[in-house]
C-alpha cells in the first residue's frame, strides 16, 4: 500500500492493566499516514485521502526488519512528508516499508540515514 508519513511518535512507559496489580512496560513507535481512498464499487465509491496509524514495538530487531536498519528520530523526521510502500504479512501487520522510488533500498536510506 503506498501512504505518505505525516508524522511519527515514540511512547514508552508503564501502565496498570483495570484489575491488576502488576504494570507492564512499552516501548512503541507510531507511524502516522495518509493513504488514497479512491474506488468506486457498484454504488460505494470513495474520494480522497484516508488516515492509518501503525505501532511498532520499538525492538531493535523489529525496527532493522521492518526499516531495512535501525532508524534515529532523525531518520524518521527526514520521512516525514515522504510516500513510501507499506507491505504487511498474511496477519495484516505491517512487515517491511520501502521507499517508492527503489523498493530494494531500505526506508531510512532514502533521505540519506
Known amino acids: 500500500?503506498?501512504?505518505?508519513?505525516?508524522?511519527?511518535?515514540?511512547?514508552?512507559?508503564?501502565?496498570?492493566?483495570?484489575?491488576?496489580?502488576?504494570?507492564?512496560a512499552f516501548n512503541n513507535l507510531h507511524l502516522h499516514c495518509s493513504y488514497n481512498n479512491d474506488y468506486e464499487e457498484g454504488q460505494n465509491y470513495g474520494f480522497g485521502s484516508s488516515v492509518i496509524s501503525e505501532k511498532i514495538k520499538n525492538e531493535p530487531d523489529r525496527i532493522r526488519r521492518i526499516f531495512g536498519c535501525l532508524v534515529t528520530s532523525d531518520d524518521l523526521e527526514s520521512m516525514v512528508g515522504c510516500d513510501y510502500e507499506f507491505s504487511y504479512n498474511q496477519n495484516g501487520k505491517l512487515d517491511k516499508i520501502y521507499p517508492l522510488d527503489s523498493p530494494a533500498e531500505p526506508a531510512a536510506e532514502k533521505k540519506g540515514a
Open 1 to 24: 500500500m503506498k501512504v505518505t508519513i505525516l508524522g511519527f511518535e515514540l511512547k514508552s512507559g508503564k501502565f496498570t492493566p483495570e484489575g491488576k496489580k502488576k504494570s507492564i
